[in-house]
Structures are given as C-alpha cells and as structure tokens.
C-alpha cells in the first residue's frame, strides 16, 4: 500500500488550500480514508474521515465547517478542502487509509503517506 500527499503551501491566514492523498496497491474503495496533522512540538490529531463510498464522513471539531473530505474511488484519491485557514492549522498534513469494516482504527492498522506541509501564516 502507498499513499502520497500533494498539494501543501504556504497560505494566508483566511485563505484556501487543497491537499490531495494518491493511493496505490489497494483495493481503495474498500478503504476508510482520514486526514490528520501533526504540528511543531504537538502529537498528531485526526482530523477528518470518509467511508469507502464517502456516504458518511467526520470532522474534529476545530475544522467542522471549514474543512471538507471528499473522494474520487475512480482516481484511488482523496482530497481535503480548506478554507477560511488559521495559524494554527499550520502542521504536516497526512492521510491514512484502512479496511472499511464499520469501526476505523487507522492509528493501529491504516497505512500511512508521507506527509505534506501546509503553512497558514498571519
């Protein structure tokens, strides 16, 4: 499995970005799909998940209603969408992918990407 993240930059603060996760050597629309971030000096948080067939999708609350998960099962992609972006979004962005078997537990089974940064300056 290999995921690959693309799309990070630096933005101004109240500005948009999309960040884009290509994945490889999976059956991918079997696969639950999250973003998460890990910023300078903090642990890595989730921030947002999709189901395989991206009918339900989840939020953390410090992103809900200025981010959006989306997926393309045809391209094996998934995207995030952010806008209205903060400082403190600032952080490497990673995607994570695993079996979609109705519970999601991508830090103890999902693979992993890379990581791409995306820097919101004020």
């Known amino acids: 499995v290999q995921l690959v993240e693309s799309g990070g930059g630096l933005v101004q603060a109240g500005g948009s970005l999309n960040i884009s996760c290509a994945a490889s050597g999976l059956t991918f629309s079997s696969y639950a799909v999250g973003w998460f971030r890990q910023a300078p000096g903090k642990e890595r948080e989730w921030v947002a998940s999709?189901?395989?067939?991206?009918?339900?999708?989840y939020y953390a609350n410090s992103v809900k209603g200025r981010f959006t998960i989306s997926r393309d099962n045809a391209k094996n992609t998934v995207y995030l969408r952010m806008n209205s972006l903060k400082p403190e979004d600032t952080a490497v962005y990673y995607c994570?992918?695993?079996?979609?078997?109705?519970?999601?537990?991508?830090?103890?089974?999902?693979?992993w990407g890379q990581g791409t940064q995306v820097t919101v300056s004020s």
């Open positions: 999709t189901s395989s067939s991206a009918s339900t999708s």
């Open positions: 994570a992918a695993v079996r979609d078997e109705g519970s999601w537990f991508f830090e103890q089974a999902g693979s």
